[in-house]
């Protein structure tokens, strides 16, 4: 077990509606990161926040959006959803120390899939 | 923009046999650190080795090394004594050592065991 807990695990939604992702990470780590995989493709960046702050983006659209509460929790908002959304949405999260050469540690990741 | 490249999109080995995973990566930073992620057909991201730029020896964790060559900006995953349970999908990632550190992944290399 990571520590980092995903919910929900499945998402099953249509084409325009919007959904949320929930992501907390282990306990003391302050950057959260999310990920796209779409099917046998590798993992794409998409965001990164630290203590509640932007800190990097990546190729994320801009029907997507993500935010870190004070709690440290984050969730990742995809609206207009489109048949080409549909993947395994990962959260990650590694301690609060630069330069540190600890992993990043992943949850169990969604699996979204828009028909 | 930093990049990873897996060139072997698939791989088999027999059981109890070695096998070597390629992974090269693009960068014009002198530190940061490099990652082997396994992804078994359960979906989780699991943390095989790691390892420091810095650092000339090659990580080694039980039947998982790595053949670091930093010159080169090669990274291969080296398994020996191959098990059942090593079938899955190997992600090579990079990580800068300051800013930004999201985790770079290749496409990855599915890697199939045959008893």
């Known amino acids: 077990d990571s520590g980092v807990t995903q919910t929900p695990k499945h998402l099953i939604t249509a084409t325009g509606q919007r959904v949320t992702l929930r992501c907390s990470p282990r306990?003391?780590?302050?950057?959260v990161y999310w990920y796209q995989q779409s099917l046998d493709q590798g993992l794409q960046f998409l965001i990164q926040?630290?203590?509640?702050?932007?800190?990097a983006k990546g190729n994320i659209l801009e029907r997507f959006s993500a935010q870190q509460f004070p709690d440290l929790h984050s969730e990742l908002n995809l609206s207009s959803l489109e048949l080409g959304d549909s993947a395994l949405y990962f959260c990650?999260?590694?301690?609060?120390?630069?330069?540190?050469?600890?992993?990043?540690?992943f949850g169990n990741g969604t699996r979204l899939t828009v028909t | 923009a930093q990049t990873v490249t897996q060139s072997q999109p698939e791989m088999s080995v027999q059981e109890a046999e070695t096998v070597t995973l390629s992974c090269t990566y693009d960068?014009?930073?002198?530190?940061?650190?490099l990652f082997w992620y396994k992804q078994p057909p359960s979906r989780q991201m699991i943390l095989v080795i790691r390892?420091?730029?810095?650092?000339?020896q090659n990580a080694t964790e039980n039947r998982f090394s790595v053949n670091f060559q930093k010159a080169a900006k090669s990274f291969s995953l080296k398994i020996s004594d191959s098990q059942l349970g090593d079938a899955a999908m190997y992600f090579c990632?990079?990580?800068?050592?300051?800013?930004?550190?999201?985790?770079?992944f290749g496409q990855g290399t599915r890697l199939t065991i045959n008893p």
């Open positions: 926040y630290y203590n509640g702050e932007e800190r």
């Open positions: 306990s003391g780590d302050l950057s």
């Open positions: 990632a990079y990580r800068r050592l300051q800013g930004a550190q999201k985790l770079v």
């Open positions: 990650a999260s590694s301690p609060p120390s630069a330069g540190s050469n600890s992993p990043l540690h």
């Open positions: 390892q420091e730029a810095y650092k000339q």
């Open positions: 960068t014009s930073e002198s530190d940061y650190y």
